[in-house]
């Protein structure tokens, strides 16, 4: 997952790469021609370690970039503050194509040693090494030399082992071991470039190659097709809530955001990355929200071996799709793995959980081939998919929910396990593996909470069901 921008041309609004659709309706009224016109000037939190940045961007981009937006830092470390008031609607900036750093930017001699295989996050990391390399040759040098250092990242592929041990019971677990793998197989898919030309990659380690892999997943943009770092762009930080983005404008060739609110001279400016949820927030950016709406868990229910059905249930399920639709939070998963994410209480309908679990759960619940029979019935007779309406069998429709609030009931048991491992530092400790146990806190609480809020939900069904 990568920042995602949404699309734009120059006078209606295209598709987005997301679901963004809301988004794209709300902005239709807005107008993006002009800086906001602005006076006094009355920044705070100015970093004065970044005051040649812009002006040194701009001459790059030979155009103005924003005249209402200054570098400086955060808690979240270095920040965009409003240097002026600025009123919603106001462009904050344009950052034009030609100054960001995208696949193509790498040299073709090395471009062309580069199988299919190799991916553009891939690309852009070999660009961010090359240009390091170059060192103040490269003619992004100031841009290069302001990225974080490997201590700075804390995405859960820099973790220890036993840093991850802690966040075993949570999906991010397994999907980190996957993402390692794939920043390996990237790694020796680019080998190539980095042995044919040693005086422009000098050695260029596995952990090395992890880091600049890691810079572009924090902050590369992706949209049409491609994957861009966005100088200037990539100073803002993460509001859940916000409604600001990055638009990338396809006619004017440049990436631009739309303030979503005025801001007072000083305020900073935030934008939301995507609607993510803890798990893909630490994974891509190394950092959680507490009390994130977003969250989800993974919940994955298997037939059992021994279930004197389990031939009939297999190619029953494979006959009939149970899956619902992909979700951008959503790792890596396996046809039996499901995506729940919290019941709001008050909710009849059980909004959260998915059919398509609890189609699964109505299917391992049964025990006789007639009840199988007629359940593929019924299937055809309706939209081909199986086990979406409650069971005329009251005590079948218990049973299933009982199991699927049983399997819910041990990843809340797991969860409180892991959250009672962690904890607290003393306040006089500080530093990357206490900040890293507060990350694996985050994650684990939002999703116990999630958790709750389901086993709360099948509860109150399963009870109903029975005084019915
Ligand atoms: C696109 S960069 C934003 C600029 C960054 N603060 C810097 O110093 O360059 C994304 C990184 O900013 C930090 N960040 C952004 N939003 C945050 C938030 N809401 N909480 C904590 N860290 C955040 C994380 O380190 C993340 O990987």
Known sequence: ?????????NSCWAQSRRPLVSTLFRCFSISFNSFASITSPEASHIDEDFDDFLPWLEHKAAAKISSVLSIG?????RALYAARGIRTGDCLFKVPYSVQLAPDNLPVEITCLLGDEVGNVAKVALLILHEKMLGQNSEWAPYISCLPQPEDLHSTVFWTDDELAMIRPSALY??????????????????LAFDRFPDRFCDVTLQEFTYAYGLVTSRAWEGSGSVSMIPFADFLNHDGTS???????????????????DFAPGDEVLIRYGK?????????FGFTVSCNSYDQ?????????HDRLYTQKLELLDRHSTRSIKDVNEFTSSRNSFTIKEVKSGCKKGKGIPQSLRAFARILAFNSQEELNELAAEAARNDGRLARHPLKNKNREIAAHQLLLSEISQLVEEHNKYIKLLVPAPPYICGKSVLRRRLAQDLLTGELHVLKSASAWLEKYCSTLRTK
């Open 1 to 9: 997952m990568l920042l995602h921008s949404v699309i734009v041309t």
């Open 73 to 77: 830092k955060s808690s979240y470390g």
């Open 174 to 191: 397994e999907e980190t071991l996957r993402q390692k793998a794939q920043i390996e197989k990237d790694f020796w898919a680019v080998k």
């Open 243 to 261: 409604e600001a983005y990055v638009l990338s404008n396809e006619s004017k060739k440049h990436s631009e955001v739309i303030a979503d609110r």
């Open 276 to 284: 993510f949820s803890n798990a893909t927030l630490l994974l891509d």
């Open 297 to 305: 868990v993974q919940v994955e229910l298997n037939i059992p071996q």
